[in-house]
C-alpha cells in the first residue's frame, strides 16, 4: 500500500460535488513474525460520491513501534484519522465529514479504555463528535480489512 499522496487527495476532493461524503477512520493491528514489538497502522479516506453513489477508497499502512498501552494504541489510531482530516479540510470544505472510530461504546469491550479522550480529541481538533464501533466503517470494516490483507 502506497502512501496516501495529500495533495492528489485534496484535488479529489475539491473537484466533487458538495453531496459528496468523506469518511476518515484508523485501525491498528499487531505485527507478526519479522515484525513482532510493533503495530501495523492503516488509516483510510473513503470518498462516497455524490453521497448516494459509488466510493473511492484510499488508504495507507504506517509501521510503528508496540508501547505495550492499548489506550496509547487506541489514541493513535484517532490522532492519526484527525490529523488526516485535518490536513484535508481546506478542500474538504462544506462538505459532509466523518471520523471513524475503533473504539467500542460498551465498558465490557477494552477498547472503552480510550473513549472518552478519543471523542474529546476529535471534537477538540475538528468541531465534531466521532462516529464509533458498531457504525464506524471506515475503521473497524475498511481499515480493518487492510491491517489483515
Known sequence: MKPIDIEELKKVISESSKETRIMIGCDSQKGRKKYRGTFQYVRVVIIHIDGKHGCQVYGESVRQRDFGNLKQ?????VYMATDLAYNLMEAIGDRHLEIHVDINTSPNHKSNVAMK?????????????????PKSIAASCCADH???G
Open 73 to 77: 494504541r487506541m489514541l493513535n489510531e
Open 117 to 133: 479522550e478519543a471523542v474529546g480529541f476529535v471534537k477538540g481538533m475538528l468541531g465534531i463528535d466521532p462516529i464509533l464501533k
Open 146 to 148: 487492510y491491517c489483515k
